[in-house]
């Protein structure tokens, strides 16, 4: 199907002086175009032709190219995969022919590339690009691409390579009324959440670190590794329930909860003891707790309530660590599951603008809503009491 970035008699990206251009996938008879085109703008480290024909074939790959309308030679085209198991896309090529380059035609590329892995449910694009490639780096910086790392030795010449990464919002970002907030720890995330949720319900409720230790405080009972532990969902619950809200624990395993991390027997004792003492006073307060994993259904439900819900997540589908993480999901588009996750990856470049209003595709979500090899699924649905 020919789809346009630009209609005939308008420039790719407003610019000017550019070319009216369409993008299309890629078809088997491009490639002797896309051949030519890789070994005019590549130096090295070029696609082969064998290469291009098994991107074409293969269904997790998207290889796309950019003509004028009604056809013509090829001056552009970009290579996108998408690795089953992950909720990333990773732009594997991007190439514009020098005649067209400068012309605003690699940015509508990236765009295009952007607006195709959102719509298949990627939550983010990687790349890698040579350090030397001044041209690339502005251009992904331009587009918002973080910088999250290198590559030492990574080009046959032996180039190290920069890694950069975008979080995709789609082409409407939801905006949401939920205030966000930061955890300042990285043992705070539970409270952060619920920070958030309680802001919804009281606008004038300042949110700073003294809140958030707080809430910490009286919602812990977990030891993690060496350092303070993090929150479970009783604690939250009663914390939230104290602070005026309306709570309904969710959780599919009974028992004491994280147990499985926690190598010292006196620890886990300690552990069990307060989440006794949490699971009391949860009673105590008449707090509902439905006793199995909760549905993607009953979540949306909840959402359309007008209420909000602190969900753990595998912290290792997340961000690749083994750590319980817990995130506040309060929007639902029709497609995706709507959170702010509390935590701001710094030190992958990371702002805001990655972590409010994430929106996590329902299947996505619906995998990465447990945590630990028995799957424990928990939540803490929130609202007005
Ligand atoms: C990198 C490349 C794809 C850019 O495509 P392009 O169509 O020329 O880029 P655009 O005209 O859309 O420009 C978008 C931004 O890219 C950056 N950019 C493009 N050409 C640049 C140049 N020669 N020097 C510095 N920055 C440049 C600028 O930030 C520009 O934004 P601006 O015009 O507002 O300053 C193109 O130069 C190319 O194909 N290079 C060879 C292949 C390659 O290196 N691919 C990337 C592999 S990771």
Redesign the pocket.
Known sequence: MLQTVAHSSSP??G?PN?PAATIRRARPDDLDALETLEEA??DGDRISRRSFRALLASKSALVLVCEAPGGGPLF?Y?TLLFRTGTALAR?Y??????E???????????MRIEHEAYERERIAVR????AD???????????GYRFIGTYQDYYADGAEALRFEKTLHGDHPAEGTVPFYAQTTDFTCGPSCLMMAMAKEMPNLSLDPVLEIRLWRESTTIFMMSGPGGCEPFGLAVAAHEFGLSAEIHVSAPGTLFLDGVRSAQKQGVMALAQEDFRRRAEGYGIPVVSKAFTLRDLKSAIAAGKTAIVLISGYQMFGKKVPHWVLAHGDDGRHIVIHDPWIAEERGESRADAANLPIPYATFDRIARFGKVGLRAAVFLGRR
């Open positions: 790719v990206a610019r550019a703008t590549f552009a970009a732009l090529s991007i190439a514009v022919s020098r067209s380059s400068g012309q605003g035609i690699g940015r509508a590329l990236l790349l890698e690009v040579r490639n001044a041209p690339a780096i502005a251009l992904y910086k331009g587009a």
